[in-house]
């Protein structure tokens, strides 16, 4: 078991937190629109299999490409930029519980799936 602050001192939870908020962008325009994959690829310009790709979350973007691909769903990144303790202090007033299905880092490699199930 993880604590929220072992998971958000993490690289990998902010690699996951920023791929399903692209992930979540990309549903969003295409139920805005009535878009399958395909159509969503034909209209931002991307082929079918790099939608893919970005729709399961298998991707590492440049900031320019996160940036180009918001901006064609006429969409912004919105960053904010704040200490790990202010952070925490938000995340512990709101209740969220974290939940992550990664490898969290070399140290615990052996760890394939985890529930974490933070305090």
């Known amino acids: 078991m993880y604590t929220k602050e072992r998971l958000v001192r993490g690289e990998v939870y902010w690699m996951e937190t920023i791929q399903q908020a692209i992930h979540e962008a990309l549903l969003a325009y295409m139920e805005k ?7 969503l690829g034909k209209n931002l310009g991307f082929t079918r299999g790099y939608v893919s790709q970005l729709m399961n979350g298998n991707f590492n973007l440049s900031q320019k ?6 901006l064609k769903m006429d969409m912004v990144p919105d960053l904010r930029i704040r200490t790990v303790d202010s952070y925490l202090a938000a995340l512990n007033a709101s209740n969220v519980k974290l939940f992550a299905y990664t490898e969290m880092d070399a140290e615990d490699s052996d760890v394939s799936e985890t529930e974490l199930l933070a305090s």
């Open 65 to 70: 490409k996160i940036i180009q691909l918001l």
């Open 33 to 39: 629109h009535d878009l399958n994959q395909t159509e």
